[in-house]
């Protein structure tokens, strides 16, 4: 996608079209006003994509009374915390923290190790079958294990692990995407750097630990992130598996508490929850969110 | 020869030996559900066959007759072209205003994306709420416009409209980072170059940056596609593809017909479905790429 020939061969044909247009182009007006159009309605644009969540905010900090009434105006008056309460007292959101942690760093964890490894295999080992085997490794990522939740569940079943967090994590365990976005950075290093450790009397293994990873933590970075935001938003795998709330995960027991609760008047008490769920990413994304935005570019162009 | 040979094998096996973990896990939960999905398929097993009865295609041959699984495909290949070409272009959109804007830049890249950091169940919520006959704010605007009281997610004809709306909200954002990368990778002294010339903004649109981002549209294109089918979380909040099935996607079908249904014959047949489609619609972008490479 981004061959620089790609690039090239195609902007000569579109340089010498645009100047071919030359004179109907200079017929058309210089629009400062349409430029202050376009920056106003994309600004409006931004604005209404904010709407649905300032709507929740707002809702979530106010008396259950404010939400069933009009919400219009007067509703921004009074704030609270007691929705957050009620909702932190009436299901076990400590409990769901803690398993979406455990089970999106889990998956990360072992993923940075499998990752790394078959990322270096294709990259700088010569063996029998990596084109092929390369090739298959691209399944996972057209066809991923939440397409396939019905076999997948049995198989879980037959490992005997439904209703575990190694159940939910254990699908995930290996990033065919992972792979190919370190493989690209670690071709990227130069070989040369690898024959002189080598000579020193380093293991490939260790050339690997203290060259190779070392050298690409913004690539390792930028995986981690697209990741974890994964992860933690998976909801329909980790549904399936998880029968109690030993582990289930914050979104499955978002949707649960969403499900109990049925009346108007308590949707106050689901905008708390929705924002207890969603708060850290967006925090993280608020704080971070050059870097997050990055490592979601850099990951589809090499994707 | 003999120490060449031994440094082959042991290459091999070292080769072989960093892969075999992911290996490991793409055989369990890839290739190997694929496979048994295939097989299951072709047999009848539901709770009145409990012992699996080879039916050969006879699964297959049933889908196409079950009106259901036809209106929840159809709904599918919709609720796809509303969401596709409406979130592309909205995100093209945003990649221009916020590759460029000087003012109100990390405003509209904040604005645009921060729905993608929001798990899918909790944008359904959201957007649950949005739509609530009375309360909600989009339920209120929908009333005030048809000048009687509508609920958008409970009308058979606008349940899925009212989906598509979310999700272009939700993934407009994401295709929008795809752009950005794109937009950054043309040369800057093409616009320098086609300005001097005396082309309009609009000329350099259509004669730059549209054509010079195409590989990135049809790569968008794909991934959108696929997040069509493959995207389904916040039917389990919003409606359970109600009503009578008017917003029902195919892989929450799958999940009813094996987890509510315990029909597991037809869940291996529209799960054989569902993998051929992701392939089928993947395969456009080995095609297009293809073919974009080579028109040099």
Redesign the interface.
Known sequence: ???P???W???KG??K???S??K???L?P?GGGL?AL??LL??A???V?????V??VR?AFQPPSA??GS?GAGGWTSWTLANFMHVWEGAPFGRYYVNTALITFGILLVQL???T??A???AR??????GL?FA??L??I??????????????LNQMGLLDTKLGIM??Y????FG?FLLRQAFRQLPYELEEAVRLEGCS?LGILARIYAPLCRPVYVSFAIVSV?FH?????WP??VANSDTNRP???G??LF??STES?AQ?SY??A??LL??AP??AF??AF?RK??DS???A??KG | MRTGWNERVG??A???G??L??????G???????F??AR?SLFELNLATPKPRFVGFGNFAALLKDPVFLKVFVNNVWYAAGTVPLAMA?AF??AL?ADK?I??R?????????????????VA??????Y?P??G?LARLASWVSGQNTSLLGGPHTVLGAMIAMAV?KEA??FM??Y??ALQ???KD?YE??SA????????LG??TI??TM??TL?VAVIAM?NA??L??HL??MTKGGPNHASSLL?YH??ET??QFFD?GM??AM?VA??AL??LI?ALQVFG?DR??H??
């Open positions: 996608m981004n061959n020939e790609l690039t061969g195609s902007t579109a340089r079209r645009a100047s247009r030359e109907r182009a200079a058309r210089r430029t376009w920056h994309m600004l644009v931004g604005a994509w904010l709407v649905p969540f709507w929740v809702t939400a069933a919400g190790l499998t990752v490894l078959a270096y295999a294709f080992v010569r063996f029998a079958g990596r085997l298959l490794f399944a996972q057209i066809v991923p294990p939440d397409a396939l939740v019905f076999s997948n569940y049995q198989v254990l699908p365990f290996a990033s065919s792979v490939r935001s933690w938003n998976d909801f329909l549904l399936i914050l979104t499955v978002l949707a969403a499900k108007g949707w689901v905008c929850a929705t769920v969603a990413l967006i994304f608020l969110q997050f935005i979601f570019m850099h589809g162009l | 290459r091999n070292f080769g072989w960093l892969v973990p992911s290996l490991l896990f793409l369990l939960f890839t290739y190997y559900p694929m048994r999905a299951l909205l959109a945003m205003f804007a003012k109100g990390t405003f509209a890249r904040v604005a645009f994306f921060y729905p993608n950091m929001i798990p899918m169940i909790a919520n959201i957007w649950l709420f949005l609530t009375h309360f704010l909200w954002g994401y980072i795809f950005l990368a990778q043309i040369p093409l170059a086609a010339d005396g082309a309009s903004a609009w000329t350099a004669r730059i054509p010079l590989p990135t790569f696929t089918f493959k389904v979380d389990w909040i892989l799958i999940y094996s987890f597991q869940a291996a799960t569902m993998v992701l392939l993947s790429w974009s490479i028109y040099e």
